[in-house]
């Protein structure tokens, strides 16, 4: 299945760490997510501007999101399925958060 990803590249717990391009292909990978293609983007979480991956990837039915977002030290990963327009939060500790549209970055829109 061909997805969207938001993830946030500072590392969780840490005062400067973040994830890398090829470390965030690595663990995709390994969860069953492969990259096609990234590109860089700020977000928003929380009201403050975040640094964010914004990802096309292609998906195994039974891909861990749960355990990528663990392994990339995130709370949670936003997830997009294009073709049904329905959204999640996967992953360790999504917060009282649900998928909301409006903050996920899709990867054909240039940010103004």
Known sequence: ????????????????????A?????????HGV???AMRGAVGEYEGRPET???VLA???DDADWEG???????????VYDPVSGVGVLAGPNP???????QYFLRFDEQQS
């Open 1 to 20: 299945m061909d997805v969207e990803i938001n993830v946030g590249l500072h590392v969780a717990g840490s005062n400067d760490a973040v994830i890398t």
């Open 95 to 101: 917060q009282h958060y649900e998928f909301d549209a």
């Open 52 to 54: 964010t991956a914004v």
């Open 68 to 78: 990528m977002a663990r392994t990339l030290s995130q709370d949670s990963i936003a």
């Open 22 to 30: 090829s470390s965030l292909r690595a663990v995709a990978r390994v």
């Open 58 to 60: 292609r998906a195994r």
């Open 34 to 36: 492969t990259v096609v």
